[in-house]
């Protein structure tokens, strides 16, 4: 099978090169930005891209690379941060930049760049970046110009090295979708050989080898993730697998019920339910402080799965739904230089006893690649289409302290926006859309009577994969209408706003 490596330098945008790679049926895998030649030549790419990064090369301890996987005789692909070390690393010069080159530019391409087959001559880019490229090394061509950079694309034909001063991968660069296709096939030679419906069948009779004759127990939340998993591993080893369903008192309107309804009588899979909503009310009094409560409800979440789960003495496996950005996100810092935004809940930590072997079936897969594998397993769109939800879940959406009265709240508000905004017709591109309650109450009027209540924030988001984010253009209309069924039906908010940032920089959560 084909495959290109991506080197994480730490850039945003990182995962979105993988995701472009992949919607072309191409495998592509990001390791740390230290991976050697050597160790890369254990089992040869197609191709090798070195992802941008927020660094300068002139940082203290800034990320390098190898020099040795220039000479691999692969092509190399090096983004932003890429072809500034591209660049120094083969005796080119590189400079801070007198202007720092943020958003969208136009640049002039320059005639024998494979990269630029079938893109006119003049295109807008997305540039980020304050050093630039000021002297080539030696046998590179000059690719692009900009107003203020004087390479803003580079290429060695014969050695099949490239280099673009801009972000191909993001929407706001024409046509570059285009260039990382003309690398990946035109450049590579990479055939299309990533297809899910027989990743499935070589997964299931994977998983039958590796489990053999033993026990699983996994985690279930409802959420489309651990929901595939749940069905991935029921159609491996069937009654073997025990599911377990923690309320924790901080889910959407109904939903415990509905997962129970789903998977024990619909899908027939064995389901546990804990109920344990007051423990969580109580272990998150008087906490304000967004990471102390994610954290609070990541070690509560675990003890109480940790307590249902040693019934099961029989089960060696324990699953869980972690996907390719959850692993990716989860590296050490030699790694990668990422930055930790906010920690990730999952069931990891278990109490010494529970000696459980991880099972994590879609660890290399995307979230829409999770969506498409549901479908080839049958799933229902209803339980696939669902928009993500947090494992901390609405106390990530409550700002302040969480308390039983201000869930309850926001579970209604949250009802109205989402009853509505199911009406659009283009409901399922939005990747989010949700209620949030702020800790702010302000003075209204209703029924001639003064009132002083909470305000409910709407958010609303279209994503690919939610690496980066931009706020939905939801027709007044359909604002109006989600404001006054919140104002008038449920007691407690008597004021509602629009949330209009985008990501970066701001995150789609709050907390």
Known sequence: MNRIVILDYGSQYTQLIARRIREMEVYSEIVGCGTTAEELSKDMPSGIVLSGGPNSVFDDGAPTVDPAIFELGVPVLGICYGMQLMSRKLGGRVAPGAEREYGKMPIEIMPGNPLF????????????????????PANFERGAVSATCPFAAMFDNARRLYALQFH??????????????N????VCGCARDWRLDSWVDATVARLQKEIGDDEVV????????????????????????????????LLRWRE??????????????????????????????????????RKTIGKLFIDVFAEEARRFRDCRYLAQGTIYPDVIESKSPKNGPSQTIKSHHNVGGLP????????????ELFKDEVRAVGRVLGMADELLDRQPFPGPGLGVRILGEVTKEKVELLQLADLRVQEEIRKLPDYKTIWQTFAVLLPVRSV???GDQRTYEYTCAI????????????????????????SNRIINEVRGINRVVYDISSKPPATIEWE
């Open 117 to 136: 087959k079938d893109v006119p001559s003049t295109v807008t880019v997305w540039m980020s970046h304050g050093d630039r490229v000021e002297a080539i």
């Open 168 to 181: 191909p991968e993001v929407v706001h660069t024409q046509y570059g979708t285009q260039m990382l296709a």
């Open 183 to 186: 690398f990946v096939f035109g």
């Open 218 to 249: 996994l985690g279930l939340s409802g959420g489309v993730d651990s929901s595939v998993v749940a069905v991935l591993l029921n159609r491996a080893i069937g009654r073997r697998l025990h599911c377990i369903f923690v309320d924790n008192g």
């Open 256 to 293: 415990a019920e509905q997962v129970e309804e789903m998977f024990r009588r619909n899908l027939g899979l064995d389901l546990t339910v804990v109920r344990a909503a007051d423990r969580f009310y109580a272990a998150l009094a008087g906490i304000d402080d967004p990471e102390k409560k």
């Open 352 to 363: 010494p006893d529970l000696k459980f072997e991880l099972v994590e079936p879609l660890k």
């Open 444 to 446: 209204g009027v209703m």
């Open 459 to 482: 958010r609303s988001v279209n994503s690919i994969d939610a690496m980066t984010a931009d706020w939905t253009r939801i027709p007044y209309d359909v604002l109006a209408r989600m």
